[in-house]
């Protein structure tokens, strides 16, 4: 798969400054042209308007709108008025707000050609030394089931092989969500708002309590340090498919629940994560089942759960191919208002409370701890058809008719491969063959594989095994339609875990989650940040990945690598938690700066898994050289760091993960 063009046009490469050889080789290995250069400027946010003002954008801008610690950001194009209705919700309040755009600094001066200096010769870098297969499937591994290859995580895959690591790994205890405020945001009983309580007042109290940016912080320290790599990386996969967000959810603790529960039935059973997901409150507040009325039932939870959760559209072979070589109807609407009779009679688990009672009369008040209990005055008892041939008898009760609605979804044949080639494609790639998908769907359906699983379909610690074991994953020559473009959170974790940085996560949620699609915790939609389906532009292909990829998020990948070699990342905010900042530590390579074939090979296996294509390491091996102490005799050995980072990361060799 190709990542596609990644820069716009600028002037010559002749003359340019030493500071900007790392812009000029990514335009050489990346399109192989010369003439291109990225520059990145120096970024930062500038006022544009105040509170009632407006203002305009050329093209399409990040702009914000509140003031410091309380923002609305958005992606705007035009003019924009700079008001509360503009911008959907008031962050502020009570508070002059004002609106900033993040641009380009104008007090910065355009570096200036410098004229060409001539370098002595330097000692000739050594050759490429393929690693062995050995090394290179556990990269490949790493990369598949973790946020990020490391050499450590290499070295311990190879010694144990691919089986054995993935059996320590689903062993190991989980590494939890637990930032954020508590219960209490639904157990205020005063007329006044939970944050202009005395005891709560603050600016960050929203943020705190209400918001989903806690949970940003721990899935940041969870991924770039922590030893549970598969659970958090299956979980997260697992977050993609059986979606809520905190764009419409209000309550840290609630949503910080619901992503525990993910963890901890990462390699469960898929019945058993089915059936928490809808007693979960907090997906009875986003898809509008909790309180749901036999008079009038929400179809909303009962089509989801059809159409994203368990058996998708289209009825499916086991390979994942249309039956028939059509899309045919997996239900229809009479079906999905079958589904939601069956799930009606579910209100919030018993804690809640308001200064107004409960409503309706006879639920409970809003509360996110614990599953949702049922009300059987609201729940419908009519017999019912459901999927898989199956039955709901007249009388049921809620409790009841939730178990048949399960079985129901998992005896379908479309649930194994619609849920299987969906963690294929998360986890390894984003074309499978046919024949890929089937036998996940096999081991799906028979809840085992090899020595993983209980043999109860549904398994997803055999589900799991399957995909990253299968030959498609682990041989070491990859199908031309293989791999898949890493999501931006995936990119930014790989390039934190290979520098040997950390991050948590601050950095990551409202800016570049934001400038680069995918703030996690805060998708869209119910259909996540991206469809499965996805189509490649120009191809045959699908890439879920590139519904967030443009030509804009490309260059912000590159901005990426910017802000963490040369801008020096983020240091830590005082308002955050246990703040680290985000950062990495390249000490670990000047000891190879000196051979700059070496260096580049070294962090070449890291992000890559292989040695780059000759040309493109030629290429690079060329500007890594160029530093010597002719150039910079106090830095030239972390100038070659930095510049070999730079350029072996912001490849499409790194950037398309195979």
């Not at 006022?47 to 958005?74: I, M």
Request: charged share 15%.
């Amino acid at each position: 798969m190709r990542a596609g063009n990644m820069l716009t046009r600028g002037d010559g490469a002749a003359g340019r400054p030493a500071r900007r050889v790392r812009a000029l080789l990514v335009s050489s290995v990346l399109i192989g042209a010369s003439g291109w250069s990225l520059a990145a400027p120096a970024m930062k946010w500038e006022t544009a308007a105040s509170e009632g003002g407006s203002f305009s954008t050329s093209g399409l801008q990040s702009v914000r709108y509140g003031v410091t610690g309380k923002w609305v950001k958005q992606t705007r194009s035009g003019a924009v008025v700079c008001s509360n209705a503009s911008f959907g919700r008031d962050p502020a309040v009570g508070t002059v707000k004002r609106c900033e755009v993040y641009r380009a600094s104008a007090s910065r001066a355009t570096p200036t050609a410098a004229p060409v200096v001539a370098i002595a010769a330097t000692p000739a870098p050594t050759a490429a030394i393929a690693p062995d297969a050995a090394t290179r499937n556990a990269a490949r591994l790493a990369m598949q089931a973790s946020f990020g290859n490391t050499e450590a995580l290499t070295a311990e895959i190879k010694a144990k092989g691919a089986a054995r690591w993935i059996a320590s790994q689903m062993q190991l205890a989980s590494s939890r969500y637990s930032s954020g405020g508590n219960a209490t945001v639904h157990q205020n009983t005063s007329a006044t708002s939970y944050c202009d309580l005395p005891a709560r007042a603050g600016p960050n109290c929203w943020r705190d309590n209400f918001s989903s940016i806690p949970l940003v912080w721990d899935f940041y320290r969870n991924a770039t340090t922590r030893q549970d790599q598969l659970r958090q990386r299956v979980a997260f996969a697992l977050q993609q498919i059986v979606v809520v967000s905190g764009t419409d959810v209000d309550g840290t603790y609630g949503l910080r629940n619901y992503q525990n529960t993910l963890l901890d039935n990462a390699f469960g059973n898929y019945r058993q994560l089915l059936k928490k997901v809808a007693l979960s409150p907090v997906m009875g507040d986003y898809l509008n089942n909790v309180n749901n009325d036999k008079a009038a039932p929400n179809e909303n939870f009962a089509r989801e759960l059809l159409q994203l959760f368990s058996v998708g559209t289209c009825l499916l072979n086991a390979d994942g191919s249309l039956r028939g070589g059509a899309c045919a109807p997996t239900y229809d609407n009479d079906t999905v208002r079958a589904y939601a009779h069956a799930l009606t009679g579910w209100t919030y688990p018993a804690g809640g409370a308001t200064a107004w009672g409960c409503w309706p009369r006879g639920t409970n008040c809003r509360f996110h701890n614990g599953d949702m209990v049922a009300v059987e005055a609201r729940h419908d008892t009519a017999a019912r058809q459901l999927l898989s041939g199956t039955s709901l008898r007249a009388g049921l009760t809620a409790p009841a008719a939730l178990e048949v609605v399960l079985d129901s979804l998992m005896a379908h044949p479309n649930t194994a491969p619609f849920i299987g080639k969906q963690l294929i494609q998360h986890l390894v790639s984003s074309n499978p063959s046919p024949a890929y998908v089937s036998r996940v769907s096999t081991a799906f359906t028979a809840g085992k594989y090899s020595t993983f699983g209980t043999g109860q379909r549904g398994d997803l610690a055999a589900t799991v095994a399957a995909v990253l074991l299968d030959p498609e994953a682990r041989s070491t020559t990859v199908a031309a339609n293989g791999g898949k473009l890493r999501d931006p959170v995936l990119m930014f974790t790989s390039v934190l875990r290979g520098l040997n940085g950390q991050s948590d996560g601050d950095a990551l949620s409202w800016w570049w989650g934001e400038e680069l699609r995918e703030h996690v915790f805060r998708p869209p939609t119910v259909f996540g940040f991206y469809s499965p389906d996805y189509p490649v532009p120009g191809t045959t292909l699908v890439g879920p990945s590139f519904g967030v990829h443009n030509t804009g998020s490309a260059l912000q990948r590159l901005n990426f690598l910017t802000y963490l070699l040369e801008w020096g990342g983020s240091t830590p905010v005082t308002s955050v938690p246990n703040a680290t900042g985000t950062k990495i530590d390249l000490s670990r390579f000047t000891a190879d700066a000196t051979d700059a074939g070496k260096l580049v090979d070294r962090l070449s296996l890291i992000a890559t898994g292989q040695p780059l294509p000759t040309a493109t390491r030629t290429e690079i091996v060329k500007a890594v050289s160029w530093w010597t102490t002719r150039t910079d005799k106090a830095n030239w050995q972390a100038n070659r760091v930095k510049t070999a980072a730079y350029l072996v990361f912001a490849t499409p060799n790194f950037q398309v993960e195979r």
